[in-house]
């Protein structure tokens, strides 16, 4: 992870900087556009100074908030994920209008670095940090590749993120999170399982899918999604919520969707009205996953008029439950195995220290000594023949001395050479006088 930030450190692709934006009034509208480094107001203040910008840099960290500070009040936090077009992005702006108009004001974290315009207000943007078309340029990538590489950008200061959130959790009850609409970019990534784990180790964290209702009137696409709800179930290991959007649009549609989700029956004579081939492969696959998408919790919703919205929040507080009598629980599982995990390479790595350490001394010290031998025909071997060779037994003390005691030889023998080459005659060169003659060498 350092590597990778000293890597990209000198890019101006990315700033190794998190702005965090002030949407706590009630229009949440900000019109002032500021660069402010008042750490003290982050720190001590429930909510800024409406119309202002707050930086959070790695040389500018909020003092106390670090990866263990304790979180008095846990929000909860919906990562709204689902295929392009499905309108999850209005999905999450008409649920945070929704819990506005309860005074219950949710903070917005936008992760998708090729959006335009968020239809919201965004506390936390990834364009301010990570410059998406910089990094198509810079990288020669495609617009996957560059929404890939800009959430591996942002991972690497994402403990900044957390901070900031785990800082603001005692002022919501809800923290939503915009994801990009190439749903593989962001379920399949390594930074996007890193950004969705770390807010499942520390805040109640339900992943929404969203999907397209209007879509699903055909059972071999229905099939399809479902098999596609069921990947994310597994892969996020987290409680799901399943939004079927778009209502407003044909509102037979939910009944008729409801059905096939509960009842097999019923979704495969739909199946066998269609004469394409993979409509039994449909069947087949339907069949059996159907022990699993039919408990998944699913709430009709339409983005467009709001309809749906508390019967989505019912299901979100649900998901809660779950998420803290059965996720939690496997949380605590996977901290401790992990602390297991990194004790143990800590052991051997301390003991691997030890032995190429050990090994490096003597080393030095067998080099100095053979050096010793063939510039100044010195050895400072001893010759003894009755000294005995010391075992593999000894104690470490008595090697440190033996070492101390060679060296201490060594440095009196060419301080005495020394002495010998500069006064041959072996008068003092300090009481000579000049009638004599005698001239000294250095």
Known sequence: MEELREAVKNLDIRNLVIHEKDRTGPSGNVSGSGIRN??????GSDSMEADSTATFDSSNRVEGATAETPIEKKPTVLFMLGMAGSGKTTFTQRFASHLRAQSKTPYILNFDPACVDPPFPVNIDIRDTVNYQKVMQQYNLGPNGGIVTSLNLFTTIFD?????????????????????????????????????????????????????????????????????????????????????????????????????????????????????????????????????????????????????????????????AEYNSTY?????????????????????????FRKDFHTTASSKLFSMQATSTLTHGIDLLPHDSDDEVTSDSDSQEENETDDEETIGDFRTRESTKRDIKRNPSGTNPGTSSTSTGAKFQF
């Open 160 to 320: 900044q993120v957390l901070d900031i959130v785990k800082l603001r959790a005692k002022s919501h009850e809800y923290i939503l999170v915009d994801t990009p609409g190439q749903l593989e970019c962001f379920l399949w990534s390594a930074s996007g399982q890193i950004i969705l784990h770390s807010f499942a180790a520390y805040f109640p964290t339900l992943v929404i899918y969203v999907t397209d209702l209007t879509l699903c009137k055909n059972p071999i696409t229905f099939a399809s999604n479902m098999m596609y709800g069921v990947t994310i179930l597994y892969k996020s290991k987290l409680p799901m919520i399943l939004a079927l959007n778009k209502i407003d649009i044909d509102p037979s549609l939910g009944e008729i969707v409801k059905k096939w989700i509960v009842d097999f029956e019923a979704l495969e004579s739909a199946l066998h009205t269609s004469e394409d081939y993979s409509a039994t492969f449909a069947s087949s696959l339907t069949l059996a996953l159907e022990e699993f998408y039919n408990v998944i919790e699913n709430v009709i919703v339409s983005a467009t008029d709001g309809y749906g919205m508390k019967e989505f929040e019912e299901s979100v507080v649900r998901g809660v």
């Open 328 to 352: 939690v629980g496997i949380y605590k599982e996977m901290k401790i195995e992990f602390g297991k995990t990194v004790k143990e390479k800590q052991d051997k790595d301390f003991a691997r």
């Open 38 to 43: 008042d750490t003290t107001q982050l720190a």
